[in-house]
């Protein structure tokens, strides 16, 4: 399928290079000040051990989660590119404003308006992607995108600790305010995607009925639903890491190469689930990882009780880093599958499900973080719960589109 109309532009592989630098935006406004945290527990008074400064990442995901349900139907009328511009100006100004408010109650409304801003180019670049691209070839295609995206996570927070290091903490968010700024000059050579025919009226009667479309057919919400608790898990993982490895463990000042070396092997794993989606299928795939997370999950679950809830360091972590790629690759996969049946919404259903799969996600992530006792107990049992979850509903969602 190919880009339908309109100007020359961008097409081939600086396409996709421009979808994976869209994409990455969502990640650069995360992991780019999680080494600022122990700055920020100074600057506005809280406790060394304090979760509460979790809230820049928290109040960032429910702008992701309610950002789409601006962009997927208006782009769904009016195309993508006027709502990718949209998105991305937010983006800048949330950040900028973040970097120059002094109180918190500012911080926090700011970064709600970042995140807001970063469900632009989150939500419009897979509905690019979904215009041009069907099938396991979207799914191999995503798989790619998602294991250059992971270059973010590997190099944002040692990029922050830098700026940290040179400049005052808040640099960690004007640093996004500029790249914001580029990409949108960088944007100007995108492509309309969306087919002049498959425009439809934005009536909120229309985006009603496109959503109960989405939200009835039986593996487009099950997929959903997993989505939301693998993200889950990724949220937990994100909002505890750091307190974890510096509480439990004693290795706080390590924290950016321990994330580092995890979002290595998280991009490694998208790179190969790339290539194991070519060989067994999209959905053979998924079945087939669902049951073994649940099981790497459990394996984990099983460390974190020894040693009377403080285990072996290394342990933990060699379980650890088997649990988190599997719910990482599963995502993109799972997201290819639920959108399959959607070409005609793809707007509204990528907005629903980035909707449902964030807010729900990041809701259940940050109360698993918020448990936290001194052990690592907390953390395991929640990601065990949340990946057996997605198991379950990835088998059943899924049970009737096997391959022959």
Not at 54 to 64: Q, R
Not at 102 to 117: K, M, Y
Not at 256 to 282: E, K, T, W
Request: glycine fraction near 8%; aromatic fraction near 10%; include cysteine.
């Amino acid at each position: 399928m190919t880009a339908p109309h309109q100007r020359p532009s961008a097409s081939g592989r600086e396409f996709i290079v421009l979808m994976t630098a869209l994409m990455a935006t969502t990640a650069l406004g995360i992991d780019l000040m999680l080494p600022a945290f122990p700055d920020m527990r100074a600057e506005f008074g809280f406790p060394s051990d304090s979760t509460t400064v979790t809230w820049v990442i928290t109040v960032y995901f429910l702008g992701l989660a309610i950002g789409p349900w601006l962009y997927g139907p208006a782009s769904d009328r009016f195309g993508r590119r006027r709502l990718l511009f949209a998105g991305l100006g937010l983006y800048s100004v949330g950040s900028f404003v973040a970097s120059i408010s002094p109180p918190w109650p500012l911080v926090i409304a700011a970064r709600f308006l970042w995140g807001l801003g970063a469900a632009g180019p989150r939500s419009l670049s897979l509905a690019m992607i979904r215009d041009r691209y069907e099938g396991d070839a979207m799914a191999r295609l995503m798989s790619m995108i998602m294991a250059v995206f992971m270059l973010v996570p590997i190099v944002a927070p040692a990029i922050g600790a830098g700026l940290i290091a040179v400049f005052p903490w808040r640099a960690v968010f004007w640093f996004p305010s500029i790249i914001g700024v580029l990409l949108m000059l960088w944007a100007r050579r995108a492509p309309e995607t969306l087919h002049p025919e498959r425009q439809r009226p934005f009536t909120w009667r229309s985006v009603a009925t496109a959503g109960k479309e989405v939200a009835t057919h039986r593996t487009t919400m099950a997929l959903t639903i997993a989505m939301t608790l693998l993200f889950a898990v990724m949220t937990t993982y994100l909002s505890g890491s750091e307190v974890i490895l510096g509480d439990v463990f004693g290795y706080g000042k390590w924290f950016p190469l321990f994330f580092g070396a995890i979002a290595v092997l998280l991009a490694l794993n998208s790179l190969n689930n790339a290539r194991l989606v070519q060989r067994v299928g999209a959905v053979s795939l998924v079945r087939r990882l669902a049951l073994v997370g649940t099981c790497t999950a459990t394996l984990l679950a099983i460390v974190s009780f020894t040693g009377s809830a403080h285990p072996n360091f290394w342990l933990f972590t060699a379980a650890l880093c088997l649990v988190i790629p599997i719910a990482q690759g599963l995502t993109p996969t799972c997201n290819t599958i639920a959108m399959t049946p959607m070409p005609h919404v793809a707007g509204t259903a990528s907005a629903l499900i980035s909707t449902v799969t964030t807010a729900g996600g990041s809701l259940l992530g940050g109360i698993a973080a918020s448990q936290f006792n001194g052990t690592v107990c907390p953390f395991s049992i929640f990601v065990l719960a949340f990946i057996a979850g997605a198991a379950v509903l990835i088998l059943w969602g899924t049970a009737a589109r096997q391959p022959t």
